[in-house]
């Protein structure tokens, strides 16, 4: 699907023109085009990227492979970069989206294969009028990168709550619940966040450089401030990194102590039952002349004998506190 804007002094003054339309639109150097591309069949995606604004055969490939790293790319006349969104879904699961963005002096060009709510809200608002101006490309291009950075704070926001719920259960050993499971689960979410995230601030520190000429000087302290809010956001994931060896740690040891405590109590029921089990075996050989056997007392004397050991041996053990 190709949706389409155009701005003129910072107002939407055209949305989701005709294809002839949209090729005066760029051709006006006063106009301001943002045309987002979302899941585009192979004739949209040529159409838009190749036929209208000419892009380079190595940045379409880029830009319609799948790509898990982020990157970005100067071509003099515009920028090509790609970054990514996150978000929980449904069945609370960690899903990350692709999003190509090409950046020029009065254009902007964005690519993903499915929704994203960053981009999804920034259209909403300009359709509302609730969004910022849109007075240069680069400051569109500003507000997307922000609206991503974003939407990584509910996702760390759902990772600290469940950690801190594991850390209580580590740590109050309440219920029987196997966290191990949990912990190892939200490892690899971290993992892929931080997988993520951290090549997205070298992306964001060379924006931020004033090496790019499509980036005005005036506008380098907004990118700054998305490098900040992503540099945050990875100090966080770093402490819930930390927070996390230390439930995994608290969990296992819990986990080793309350094995130790049953193989104590095993071991325990095990000595108790040897002084019958000696008995047993002792009086049980067949020898023919065993002479306390004929003793008319003897099987109650041997009774006391072996409870005697058995209750000695509980108490011993009680003493000792085994259990």
């Known amino acids: 699907m190709i949706e389409s804007f155009v701005f003129n002094e910072g107002r939407q003054v ?33 159409e838009v990227l190749d036929l209208l604004f000419e892009f380079h055969p190595l940045a379409i490939e880029d ?32 899903k990350i989206s692709e999003l190509n963005l090409f950046l020029g002096k009065e254009f902007v060009v964005t690519y993903h ?41 509910p996702v760390v926001e759902g990772l600290m709550e469940d950690m801190e719920d594991v850390e209580e259960k580590s740590l109050s050993g309440v219920g029987k619940e196997d966290l191990s499971k949990r912990i190892l689960r939200a490892r690899r979410r971290l993992s892929s966040l931080r997988q993520t995230l951290r090549p997205q601030r070298e992306v964001m520190a060379r924006l931020t450089r004033g090496e790019v000429k499509l980036i005005r000087a005036a506008t380098l302290p907004y990118f700054r401030d998305v490098q900040d809010a992503m540099t945050q956001i990875d100090e966080r994931l770093q402490g819930c990194n930390d927070r996390m060896m230390v439930a995994f740690d608290v969990y296992t040891n819990r986990s080793a102590h309350e094995a130790n405590e049953g193989i104590k109590v095993l071991t325990a029921l095990t000595a108790i039952t040897i002084p019958p089990v000696v008995v047993g075996s002792w009086y049980g050989m067949n020898f023919r002349h065993m002479p306390e056997l004929e003793h008319p007392h003897a099987y109650l004397g041997l009774m006391g004998v072996t409870l005697s050991l058995m209750i000695g041996m509980g108490l011993w053990m009680k003493f000792k506190r085994w259990f």
């Not at 830009?63 to 990514?84: A, G, N, Q, R, W």
């Not at 929704?115 to 569109?140: F, H, M, N, W, Y």
């Open 14 to 46: 055209g949305h989701n023109l005709e294809r002839e339309a949209l090729r005066l639109a760029r051709a006006d150097k006063g106009l301001i085009v943002w045309i987002d591309l979302t899941a585009p069949s192979p004739e949209e995606t040529k």
């Open 63 to 94: 830009c319609v492979t799948l790509s898990e790293l982020p990157k970005i790319e100067d071509y003099e006349d515009y920028l090509f970069m790609i970054m990514h969104s996150v978000a929980i879904t449904e069945e609370k699961t960690l």
């Open 113 to 153: 294969r499915e929704a994203i709510p960053a981009i999804t809200l920034i259209k909403e608002r300009i359709l509302k009028g609730a969004g910022q101006q849109v007075r240069a490309s680069d400051r569109l291009a500003h507000q997307i990168l922000d609206q991503l950075a974003d939407s990584y704070l």
